[in-house]
């Protein structure tokens, strides 16, 4: 049965109220909701694959229902969050360190060689994470590192002087929050999580990967559960900057929000999606690929979703469903769908499409006042041929 709130199931909103979940917000996930009804729905066998994890809704989802999974990701930012959601914890080694953190008075220890980033912050509140940051690296237990490291990414979106909108980050100045309160209660509130969530012991196995390339073992995964970026060009190394270039070195992590090859893509070209139900599109010319007529792109865009695809296929096992959250993608002067075209890719390179559900319509805008068309948020469910 197709639930009544599908179209909020495929966002992350729904998260916001889930004690774990919502350790990270992460605009461009999916509900653990969504996971917990693809699961029963489509009769999915473990171990689930996420190969575009994401910030684990996913892996997390699979482990309080305790099955087996595995997820990668590109973004360290996204592994650091799946993987710190997700682990067994052994919540008195949190307490102690908590403690100690708390006995801490932070003081400036050196400043935040990137002076770009360092500028997006009040200097003290700058000093202060730098100092906390300085301080988890030497924690020597690696889970109760990446906790309290995920604790420190979410504090730091919240004092830095901006906001994310779109597929951008903008200036925005916020009044001197406290940077040693909001970090140790953050950790606070995930150890009170931890404590109540009794969570099944299974833990997922999860690394940094690029889907395109990675395979597992041929017939080695019962289902996958995954959202792709969509093709709407949100470029992730902008919206994380932030994040990725405090504590992950964004010079080694350059990554975009769609798929594709940035060298298959003119910079210039293409779309940006607002991520609400309305699309905004952003100026600019679009190339077109001269066989498909598509913009480039949207070419660039499926050619990857062809590998990530064939990928699927083959570490699927005989019979097992990949169950994909696919969005539309707005062009100034078109729209893309992009379920149907994935379809039609995976129906070539050997799945069998058992559903289409359209989750959602997305109207696409230029100029943020003229209407381009609408694309559909939709909910794909591929099954590979038995042999
Ligand atoms: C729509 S989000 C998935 C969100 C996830 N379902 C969740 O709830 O957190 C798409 C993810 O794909 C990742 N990604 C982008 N290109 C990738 C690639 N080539 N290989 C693997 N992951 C990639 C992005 O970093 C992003 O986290």
Same mark, same amino acid.
């Not at 003119?266 to 100026?283: C, T």
């Given at each position: @049965? %197709? ?20 350790? /990270? ?15 029963? $729905? ?32 590109? #973004? ?5 969050? #799946?993987?710190?959601?997700?682990? !067994? ?30 500028? =997006?912050?009040?200097?003290?509140? @700058? ?11 030497? %924690? ?9 490291? /995920? ?17 951008? /980050? ?11 309160? /909001?970090? =140790? ?6 150890? =009170? ?5 009794? @969570? ?14 990675? !395979? ?35 010079? $080694? ?5 769609? %798929? ?35 913009? =480039? ?26 169950? %994909? ?22 129906? +070539? ?27 559909? $948020?939709?909910?794909?469910?591929? +099954?590979?041929?038995?042999?």
């Amino acid at each position: @049965m %197709i639930p009544s709130n599908l179209c909020d199931l495929v966002t992350f909103v729904p998260n916001k109220q889930e004690p774990v979940h919502n350790w /990270l917000y992460y605009k461009e996930g999916y509900a653990k909701g969504l996971v917990e009804w693809a699961v029963k $729905e489509f009769g999915l066998q473990e171990p689930v694959c996420d190969p575009f994890c994401g910030v684990g809704t996913t892996l997390l989802a699979c482990k309080q229902m305790g099955l087996q999974s595995t997820g990668f990701d590109v #973004s360290p930012l996204a592994v650091l969050a #799946s993987e710190a959601k997700t682990r !067994n914890y052994d919540l008195g080694a949190i307490e102690k360190t908590l403690a100690e953190f708390g006995a801490m008075h932070p003081r400036p220890i050196g400043k935040f060689p990137n002076p770009k980033i360092r500028r =997006l912050f009040r200097e003290q509140q @700058m000093d202060d994470i730098y100092f906390y940051y300085k301080k988890i690296l030497e %924690i020597t237990d690696p889970k109760v590192r990446n906790l309290f490291l /995920l604790a420190l990414v979410d504090t730091t979106g919240r004092v830095a002087n901006v906001v994310k909108i779109g597929g951008s /980050l903008r200036r925005q100045k916020k009044p001197p929050l406290p940077v040693k309160k /909001l970090f =140790l209660g953050k950790v606070k509130k995930m150890l =009170l999580d931890l404590r109540h969530a009794k @969570m099944p012991a299974v833990e997922p196995a999860i690394f940094t990967a690029d889907a395109r390339i990675t !395979n597992l073992q041929e017939n080695s995964v019962g289902s996958v559960i995954t959202s792709p970026p969509y093709l709407n060009k949100i470029e992730y190394t902008k919206v994380y900057k932030l994040e990725l270039g405090l504590f992950f070195n964004s010079q $080694e992590t350059r990554l975009r929000a769609y %798929i594709a090859d940035e060298a298959a893509v003119p910079d210039s070209a293409g779309a940006e999606n607002g991520g609400g139900m309305r699309a905004h599109i952003a100026d600019g010319a679009t190339g077109r690929d001269s066989e498909t007529r598509m913009p =480039l792109i949207a070419k660039a865009y499926f050619d990857d979703m062809r590998k990530a695809l064939r990928n699927m296929l083959h570490y699927l096992r005989p019979g097992g469903k990949a169950v %994909i959250v696919a969005g539309g993608g707005c062009f100034p002067y078109e729209t893309v769908e992009s379920d149907d075209i994935l379809i039609k890719i995976a129906e +070539e390179e050997g799945f069998r499409c058992a559903q289409k559900i359209v989750a959602r319509c997305i109207q696409c805008m230029r100029n943020r006042t003229i209407k381009v068309g609408t694309v559909r $948020e939709s909910v794909i469910v591929l +099954e590979k041929p038995a042999q």
